[in-house]
Every structure is written in structure tokens, then in C-alpha cells.
């Protein structure tokens, strides 16, 4: 089966937050992992939104509250219904437009991942190695990057090389991901592999689009990015 990355539409929505309390307060959720169930009931920000704008179903939260998402209330209960384990938490968010208070949105944070589905005989990584240049002073002043493609086996192999090159200038990071094609599930979330946000079936992608949901786009997960946006990109096929 063929998967998409929902992607928000490239609209300036958000003017500024209003904060609840200090950044580094551990009740605030901008402080809790993105990766893990909170056990508490969380401190969330307010987000003032520009005047004029329509408000979306879906859009990225910004600011300290990345890299969560907003949804809306249609949105949330569409997604659930969709899942038959709860792999997203959704917590209530007041949004701010011309002074109003706005209620019936939501704010994520993922629980449980799908890294598992990821297909690596088609799959392939980028393999940064940064070094490091100094001057004469000894002085870090700038760094040379190497870029090499690289195929994984399987995920034990990617992690053992990821945690080999962590504090040592190499990242890992898919350029071509593909998913299994025995995968079946509609929503899949990636954890140890480092693809963001929310990945959905081609068949749950149709039914978001006729249930007339605002403010989604959809890249298809196996095009890089440099691909998709750009003057030339892909995206430009598809969306105005």
C-alpha cells in the first residue's frame, strides 16, 4: 500500500503564544518527550492566531510547543475512529483570533510507533559526517559535510550506526522511505527512524480528502523534500 506524509498548508497563521507558565516548568507539555504518554495533565500555551485568517482542521503548534500538532475537533474524532490502538494523545488548546477565544482544537503528542513497518530492501539514508575546521587559534570556525547514500538491512543495523555517529558529527536520516507493502495499517508513526509527523494510507489520504478536511497536503513519503517544495518541486503539480 501507498503512504503520505499529511503536511500542513504553507499558510502564516500564528502571530504569538501566550505562556502559562515558565518554559522549563515540568508540567508544561513543550517539556514532556513528543514520544511517551503524559501522565499528568499538561500546562499547554495559548496560541493567538492572525486576524482573517480560517482557522484549519491541521496545523503545526510552533514555537516551545514543537513539534506537535493542532487539530480540530472533526479532525481528532476522524483520526481515533481510524485507529484501533490509540497511537496519538490529544489534549484540549484554546486558540486566539481577534481577541475571541477559539475551543474545539487540539494539541498532539504521539505514544506508540510503527518503525517496524519501515521496508529497508527499498529504503534509502543519507549519511552526513561533519568535521570540524579550526583556525590557526584552534578556534572551531566552520565545518566541511560529507554526504554519503547508504542502505540499512534492517532497523537494528540503522540504530547501531545512528548510535555510533551520536556526538560524533554523523546524522542518519532516510532520503527514500518506503513502507512495507504487507503493511496495512492506516496511520503509522515513525520514532527511532526520523520521519516526522503523521504517515497515512492511500485509502485513509482519499477519505480525509472527501470528508473536505482544510489546511492538509499530502507528499508521498518515498519524495525527498528537495523534491517536493522548490520552484520546481513536485508539489506544485498538486497544490496551488
Same mark, same amino acid.
Given at each position: 500500500?501507498?503512504?503520505?506524509?499529511?503536511?500542513?498548508?504553507?499558510?502564516?497563521?500564528?502571530?504569538?503564544?501566550?505562556?502559562?507558565?515558565?518554559?522549563?516548568?515540568?508540567?508544561?507539555?513543550?517539556?514532556?518527550?513528543?514520544?511517551?504518554?503524559?501522565?499528568?495533565?499538561?500546562?499547554?500555551?495559548?496560541?493567538?492566531?492572525?486576524?482573517?485568517?480560517?482557522?484549519?482542521?491541521?496545523?503545526?503548534?510552533?514555537?516551545?510547543?514543537?513539534?506537535?500538532?493542532?487539530?480540530?475537533?472533526?479532525?481528532?474524532?476522524?483520526?481515533?475512529?481510524?485507529?484501533?490502538?490509540?497511537?496519538?494523545?490529544?489534549?484540549?488548546?484554546?486558540?486566539?483570533?481577534?481577541?475571541?477565544?477559539?475551543?474545539?482544537?487540539?494539541?498532539?503528542?504521539?505514544?506508540?510507533?510503527?518503525?517496524?513497518?519501515?521496508?529497508?530492501?527499498?529504503?534509502?539514508?543519507?549519511?552526513?559526517?561533519?568535521?570540524?575546521?579550526? *583556525?590557526?587559534?584552534? /578556534? &572551531?570556525?566552520? @565545518?566541511?559535510?560529507?554526504? $554519503?547514500?547508504? =542502505?540499512?538491512?534492517? !532497523?537494528?543495523?540503522?540504530?547501531?550506526?545512528?548510535?555510533?555517529?551520536?556526538? *560524533?558529527?554523523?546524522? /542518519? &536520516?532516510?532520503? @527514500?522511505?518506503?513502507?512495507? $507493502?504487507?503493511? =496495512?495499517?492506516?496511520? !503509522?508513526?515513525?520514532?527511532?527512524?526520523?520521519?516526522?509527523?503523521?504517515?497515512?494510507?492511500?485509502?485513509?489520504?482519499?477519505?480525509?480528502?472527501?470528508?473536505?478536511?482544510?489546511?492538509?497536503?499530502?507528499?508521498? !513519503?518515498?519524495?525527498?523534500?528537495?523534491?517536493?517544495?522548490?520552484?520546481?518541486?513536485?508539489?506544485?503539480?498538486?497544490?496551488?
Amino acid at each position: 500500500m501507498k503512504y503520505y506524509q499529511m503536511m500542513k498548508s504553507p499558510k502564516d497563521l500564528i502571530k504569538n503564544y501566550i505562556e502559562k507558565c515558565h518554559v522549563n516548568d515540568p508540567m508544561f507539555i513543550g517539556k514532556h518527550d513528543n514520544r511517551s504518554k503524559v501522565g499528568f495533565e499538561p500546562i499547554i500555551s495559548d496560541i493567538i492566531l492572525n486576524e482573517g485568517e480560517r482557522i484549519p482542521d491541521f496545523f503545526s503548534a510552533g514555537g516551545m510547543l514543537s513539534p506537535r500538532l493542532i487539530v480540530s475537533s472533526r479532525l481528532k474524532s476522524f483520526l481515533e475512529k481510524c485507529c484501533e490502538s490509540a497511537c496519538i494523545e490529544f489534549f484540549p488548546i484554546t486558540l486566539i483570533q481577534s481577541k475571541e477565544k477559539v475551543e474545539g482544537y487540539w494539541i498532539t503528542n504521539f505514544i506508540s510507533f510503527s518503525d517496524d513497518s519501515l521496508d529497508f530492501d527499498r529504503t534509502t539514508f543519507y549519511v552526513d559526517t561533519d568535521t570540524p575546521i579550526k *583556525n590557526k587559534y584552534g /578556534v &572551531y570556525v566552520d @565545518r566541511t559535510r560529507n554526504t $554519503e547514500l547508504r =542502505k540499512f538491512n534492517n !532497523l537494528s543495523e540503522f540504530l547501531k550506526v545512528k548510535k555510533e555517529g551520536w556526538g *560524533n558529527g554523523v546524522s /542518519v &536520516y532516510p532520503k @527514500r522511505p518506503f513502507v512495507k $507493502e504487507s503493511e =496495512k495499517r492506516p496511520i !503509522l508513526l515513525f520514532d527511532k527512524v526520523p520521519i516526522l509527523g503523521i504517515i497515512v494510507s492511500e485509502d485513509l489520504k482519499k477519505e480525509i480528502e472527501e470528508n473536505g478536511f482544510q489546511g492538509i497536503e499530502f507528499k508521498p !513519503l518515498e519524495i525527498p523534500d528537495e523534491e517536493w517544495y522548490g520552484p520546481n518541486g513536485l508539489r506544485k503539480q498538486f497544490y496551488k
